[in-house]
C-alpha cells in the first residue's frame, strides 16, 4: 500500500491531559497519551484506519479473544531527539513481527506501510508526549485481537487493531537477580513461543511468582524437553559473556522471541570486533563457566529496558554472583551507545530510525 493512500481520519480530543501526568514520577504503563490509532478488520479487509481520543473499548461479552485467546502484541519506544523531533528505533521489525505473530494466530496480518504510518500520524498528533528528559520516552503498545461475537472455536472473522501509548521512566534501574527455571516452561517446539502471543505472558506469571518468592526477579527460561538448554530471561533474551566471546542462544527453534534489541546488540559487537556465537547453550556450561569465574558480563535484552544487567543466577538452590556491573564492558557501553542511538546522538549509520 503506497504511503499516500493511507488515508487516516482523525479525531482529536479537545484538550490534552498532559498537565494532569506527572513526569518527574512515571511508572510503567500507567499513563497514557490523548490518542490512539484504531482499526477494524471486517468483510474481508481493513476498514478505515482512525485515530481518536483515547477511551475504554466497548465489547460484547461473546468477543473471541477472551474466550480463545487470539491476541497478540508488540512493544517498541520513541525518543526525542536533541532537536524536537521523534524517533522511534526500528519499527519496521516490529511491523514484520507483527504479522509473524498473527501468522501462526491464525491473525489478520496488517500491511506494514499501513502499521508503520499509523504509527507515525500517531506519534505526529502526540509528539508532545514524547519526553526530553533523560531515561524517559513514549512506550508504543501496537495490539490485535480477535472480535467475533462467537463462541465457538474457529479463526476470528473480525479482528481489532490499536496503537497504544505510554510515557515511560526508565524500567529496570538495578542489576537483576534471575533464576534458572528447569521445572515450568516459557515454550515449546511447534508451540507459539516465537509469536508476540498475549497468553505466552499470561503462562509465565505464575512460575514468575514463584521465583519471586524466592527473591528472584526474573526467571531463564530453558527448553520445554530437556531444560538443560537456556533459552530467554524473563520478557527478554539473554546474552553472556564468556571468555571475550558474546554468546546468545540461536533463534533456529520456535520456542524464541526474535528480539530486535538482541539482533541490534550482536550486530554491533560484531562491528566492535567481538566474536559472536548465536548456538545452543546448555545450563551446564553457564554453571561450570560461573564456578571457574569466566563469566564476564550476563544480562537481558529487550525494549523495556534495553539492557539489563543480571547481578546473579540461581541454580538448584545456589546462587552465582556475576562480577561487579562497573566492570563489565560489553553490557555498560552497549547499553550508552543504543541509548545514545535512539536518542539520535550518534550517527544513524543502519538506518534504524524513523523520524517524525
Ligand atoms: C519473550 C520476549 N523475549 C524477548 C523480548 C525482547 O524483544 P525486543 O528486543 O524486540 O523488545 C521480548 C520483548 O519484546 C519478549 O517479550
Do not use: C
Amino acid at each position: 500500500m503506497a504511503t499516500d493512500t493511507v488515508n487516516i481520519k482523525i479525531t482529536k480530543v479537545e484538550e490534552s491531559r498532559i498537565n494532569t501526568v506527572d513526569f518527574n514520577n512515571l511508572p510503567f504503563g500507567k499513563f497514557f497519551s490523548d490518542h490512539m490509532f484504531e482499526m477494524d478488520f471486517a468483510d474481508g479487509k481493513w476498514q478505515t484506519p482512525t485515530i481518536v481520543p483515547f477511551a475504554n473499548l466497548s465489547l460484547h461479552p461473546a468477543t473471541s479473544a477472551i474466550h480463545y485467546g487470539q491476541s497478540i502484541f508488540e512493544g517498541l519506544k520513541a525518543q526525542k531527539g536533541e532537536n524536537g523531533e521523534v524517533l522511534i528505533f526500528r519499527p519496521d521489525m516490529n511491523a514484520k513481527r507483527f504479522n509473524q505473530s498473527a501468522l501462526r494466530m491464525s491473525m489478520e496480518p496488517i500491511p506494514e506501510e499501513l502499521f508503520l504510518e499509523g504509527l507515525k500520524a500517531l506519534l505526529d498528533l502526540d509528539r508532545d508526549w514524547v519526553s526530553a528528559k533523560e531515561g524517559q520516552s513514549l512506550y508504543i503498545r501496537p495490539f490485535m485481537f480477535a472480535t467475533d461475537d462467537y463462541v465457538g472455536i474457529r479463526p476470528s472473522e473480525k479482528y481489532k487493531f490499536v496503537i497504544i501509548t505510554s510515557p515511560v521512566g526508565a524500567y529496570y534501574s538495578e542489576p537483576v537477580p534471575v533464576k534458572i527455571e528447569t521445572y515450568y516452561t516459557r515454550a515449546a517446539q511447534g508451540g507459539v513461543g516465537k509469536a508476540k502471543a498475549a497468553g505466552n505472558y499470561a503462562a509465565s506469571l505464575y512460575p514468575a511468582k514463584l521465583a519471586a518468592e524466592e527473591g528472584y526477579r526474573q526467571l531463564i527460561w530453558t527448553d520445554a524437553k530437556t531444560h538443560e538448554y537456556i533459552e530467554e530471561a524473563g520478557t527478554m533474551n539473554v546474552v553472556f559473556v564468556i571468555n571475550d566471546t558474546v554468546i546468545t542462544p540461536s533463534e533456529e527453534n520456535d520456542t524464541i522471541l526474535q528480539g530486535i534489541t538482541k539482533k541490534s546488540v550482536l550486530q554491533i559487537a560484531r562491528e566492535w570486533g567481538y566474536t559472536v556465537e548465536e548456538r545452543k547453550i546448555t545450563v551446564a556450561e553457564i554453571i561450570e563457566a560461573l564456578k571457574a569465574g569466566t563469566v564476564q558480563d550476563a544480562f537481558g535484552a529487550g525494549t523495556a529496558a534495553t539492557i539489563a544487567h543480571i547481578s546473579l543466577i540461581g541454580f538448584e538452590g545456589v546462587n552465582y554472583d556475576l562480577p561487579p556491573v562497573e566492570t563489565r564492558v560489553l553490557s555498560n557501553r552497549i547499553k550508552n551507545h543504543i541509548t545514545d542511538y535512539k536518542k539520535g546522538r550518534v550517527e544513524d549509520k543502519y538506518n534504524w530510525l524513523m523520524r517524525v
